[in-house]
């Protein structure tokens, strides 16, 4: 009984551990969020200006000072602390679209009823 819930315990802490670093960006997009992230193109962002990006702040810090340079944003990015702002999931289309109601989308029987 202990082997199956130690076995259970490690399959679920290494499922969790592949799936907590998020995905890799290219370098392109790295750059292309940290200037996002520091339009004023200062040296370093704040925790605040990194927080719609960096998934774990501390973790991107290794210096542990208030702030990143570009150089822990970017390796950041490459272990995957960094996330792209499409990466939500939400629908980016325009609101005002709507679907066709579902009788427009009925097929149609060979006299030509919807019905």
């Known amino acids: 009984m202990k082997v199956i819930l130690l076995a259970g315990v ?8 592949a799936h907590a670093a998020g995905t890799i960006l290219s370098q392109a997009e790295c ?7 520091n339009p004023s193109g200062a040296a370093t962002i704040t925790q605040a200006q990194a927080q ?6 501390k ?10 340079d570009q150089k822990e944003f970017s390796a950041a990015c490459k272990s995957g602390l960094v996330k792209g702002t499409g990466s939500s ?3 980016s289309g325009d609101p005002s679209e709507k679907m066709a109601p579902a009788e427009k989308m009925a097929p149609k029987d060979s006299s030509g009823s919807k019905y």
């Open 31 to 37: 750059d292309t969020l940290w200037n996002q992230a």
């Open 89 to 91: 999931g939400a629908a």
């Open 10 to 17: 490690f399959a679920a802490s290494t499922a969790f551990g």
């Open 59 to 68: 973790a991107a810090n290794p210096d542990g000072d208030t702030s990143l």
């Open 52 to 57: 719609p990006y960096v998934t774990d702040f």
